[in-house]
Nanobody, 125 residues
Framework: QVHLVESGGGLVEAGGSLELSCAASGPTFSRYAMGWFRQAPGKEREFVAAISGSAFNTHYTDSVKGRFAISRDNAKYTVTLQMYNLAPEDTAVYYC??????????????????WGQGTQVSVSS
């Protein structure tokens, strides 16, 4: 019912920046908390950032706090992840995800039901 498509990945040098975008289609976008996850080679998928349906609340994993910023535009059905001061450890396939909720203020780190196809982010040393 919800279709998510990521874009914006690429290859950058350490210290560089990228902005990832996720375009959503389906039911009312504001009823979904949105998150970004990543999976590095040989590692499990991990939570990166989340934003509530209202956009008032956000949550980040410790390793990206102060470097990444999640935002959303409920009118355009999009969510973005701005990434600054990238490091080789940030290299991964990044996925956006959606979780349906009746609470506009939740920014959960798990429980997501819908996933995009992923976009590759590679950071060279």
């Amino acid at each position: 019912q919800v279709h998510l498509v990521e874009s914006g990945g690429g290859l950058v040098e350490a210290g560089g920046s990228l902005e990832l975008s996720c375009a959503a289609s389906g039911p009312t976008f504001s009823r979904y908390a949105m998150g970004w996850f990543r999976q590095a080679p040989g590692k499990e998928r991990e939570f990166v950032a989340a934003i509530s349906g209202s956009a008032f609340n956000t949550h980040y994993t410790d390793s990206v706090k102060g470097r990444f910023a999640i935002s959303r535009d409920n009118a355009k059905y999009t969510v973005t992840l701005q990434m600054y001061n990238l490091a080789p450890e940030d290299t991964a396939v990044y996925y956006c995800a959606a979780r349906e909720t009746t609470r506009w203020d939740m920014a959960p780190s798990g429980g997501y039901d819908y996933w995009g196809q992923g976009t590759q982010v590679s950071v060279s040393s």
